[in-house]
Nanobody, 124 residues
């Protein structure tokens, strides 16, 4: 069983930065692939970024590539999402997720565990 706690959201002006954190419990964290998704009202949850277990390979949605960076600290059981050059269209509730296989995945149904979400609001 894995429990995830998201944090770090807030209100920021366009062009600014935020760093989201996701603290995980569970002995299998270091081998689990982790992902970040986001959701706005009336829309489906969409993939943002993912990092594999073991080797730390990363994947990004085209909309955030070059602006966002996903990383993990296995000693702290934490995954991060550094968000730079934020745009109003990045406004959403951001969720971290974990899956027991170590390979990255982009679909919500590939993930077994979810955080509670943290609100990110980017003003223009």
């Amino acid at each position: 069983q894995v429990q995830l706690v998201d944090s770090g959201g807030g209100l920021v002006q366009a062009g600014g930065s935020l760093r989201l954190s996701c603290a995980a419990s569970g002995r299998t964290f270091s081998s689990a692939a982790m992902g970040w998704f986001r959701q706005t009202p009336g829309k489906e949850r969409e993939f943002v970024a993912a990092i594999s277990g073991t080797y730390g390979n990363t994947h990004y949605a085209d909309s955030v590539k070059g602006r966002f960076t996903i990383s993990r600290d296995n000693a702290k059981n934490t995954v991060y999402l550094q968000m730079n050059s934020l745009k109003p269209e990045d406004t959403a509730v951001y969720y971290c997720a974990a899956r027991n296989p170590s390979g990255v995945a982009r679909m919500t149904y590939d993930y077994d565990y979810w955080g509670q979400g943290t609100q990110v609001t980017v003003s223009s």
